[in-house]
Antibody
Framework: QVQLQESGPGLVKPSETLSLTCAVSGYSISSGHYWAWIRQPPGKGLEWVGSIYHDGSTYYSPSLKSRLSMSVDTSKNQFSLKLSSLAAADTAIYYC???????????WGQGTLVTVSS | DIVLTHSPGTLSLSPGERATLSCRASQSVSNSYLAWYQEKPGQAPRLLIYGASSRATGIPDRFSGSGSGTDFTLTISRLEPEDFAVYYCLQYGGSPWTFGQGTKVEIK
C-alpha cells in the first residue's frame, strides 16, 4: 500500500522560506514515478506546484519557479519542497502526490495546512 | 497555460439522479490527457478517470468520462449519497499541468 505523509510547520512568517517534506512508504521513491507537490488555498481550487524524479530532475510551475526548490532523498525515501519569499497568497493546504511521466496523480498524502502570517 | 473551465459551478441534484459535469479547455488537450478527481472535505482528491475515459482502479462503473480535444464530460449515472462532493478536471498533456476550478455536486 503506497502511502505519502507531509510534514512541516503549520505557520510561517511573511518573507520567510517554507520547508516541507513528504515521506513515502510502501513504494520505493526510485522506482520510476515522479513525485509532486500540489497546493490548494482555502476554499479555492488545486494548483500543481512542481514535480521531481528520483535522479533529481525537476519540473516547476512557471509562476513559482523563481521561488521554488525541490529535492529528493532516496536513502530516506522522501522528497522535499522549499518555497521562499512567502506571502499571504501562499497560504494553502500542500499535498504531495505520485505520478508517472504522462499520467495523473494517483496517490496523494492527506495534506498539510500552511498559514503565512505574522 | 491551458485553462480549464467547469460548468456548471454547482449542480443541485437528488440521490438516484444523473449528473453531467463539463470541463472545457482553452486549447486542445493532447492525447486526451484529461483526468477527473473527486474531493470531499478534509480528504485528499481521489482519482476517478484518466485518459478522458478510463476508470481508475476501484472506481464504480456509475462514473464515466468522455470527450476529446477541448470538451470533456464526467457522468455519474445514478448519484449515491457518497457522491456529493466537488469534482475537478486536470489536464496533464501540456506543461504546466492545470486543474479546473471545480464543480460542486450538492444534495437538492
Amino acid at each position: 500500500q503506497v502511502q505519502l505523509q507531509e510534514s512541516g510547520p503549520g505557520l510561517v512568517k511573511p518573507s520567510e522560506t517554507l520547508s516541507l517534506t513528504c515521506a513515502v512508504s510502501g513504494y520505493s521513491i526510485s522506482s520510476g514515478h515522479y513525485w509532486a507537490w500540489i497546493r490548494q488555498p482555502p476554499g479555492k481550487g488545486l494548483e500543481w506546484v512542481g514535480s521531481i524524479y528520483h535522479d533529481g530532475s525537476t519540473y516547476y510551475s512557471p509562476s513559482l519557479k523563481s521561488r521554488l526548490s525541490m529535492s529528493v532523498d532516496t536513502s530516506k525515501n522522501q522528497f522535499s519542497l522549499k518555497l521562499s519569499s512567502l506571502a499571504a497568497a501562499d497560504t494553502a493546504i500542500y499535498y504531495c502526490a505520485r505520478h508517472l511521466v504522462v499520467a495523473p496523480f494517483d496517490y496523494w498524502g492527506q495534506g498539510t495546512l500552511v498559514t503565512v502570517s505574522s | 497555460d491551458i485553462v480549464l473551465t467547469h460548468s456548471p459551478g454547482t449542480l443541485s441534484l437528488s440521490p438516484g439522479e444523473r449528473a453531467t459535469l463539463s470541463c472545457r479547455a482553452s486549447q486542445s488537450v493532447s492525447n486526451s490527457y484529461l483526468a477527473w478527481y473527486q474531493e470531499k472535505p478534509g480528504q485528499a482528491p481521489r482519482l476517478l478517470i484518466y485518459g478522458a475515459s478510463s476508470r481508475a482502479t476501484g472506481i464504480p462503473d456509475r462514473f464515466s468520462g468522455s470527450g476529446s480535444g477541448t470538451d470533456f464530460t464526467l457522468t455519474i449515472s445514478r448519484l449515491e449519497p457518497e457522491d456529493f462532493a466537488v469534482y475537478y478536471c486536470l489536464q496533464y498533456g501540456g506543461s504546466p499541468w492545470t486543474f479546473g476550478q471545480g464543480t460542486k455536486v450538492e444534495i437538492k
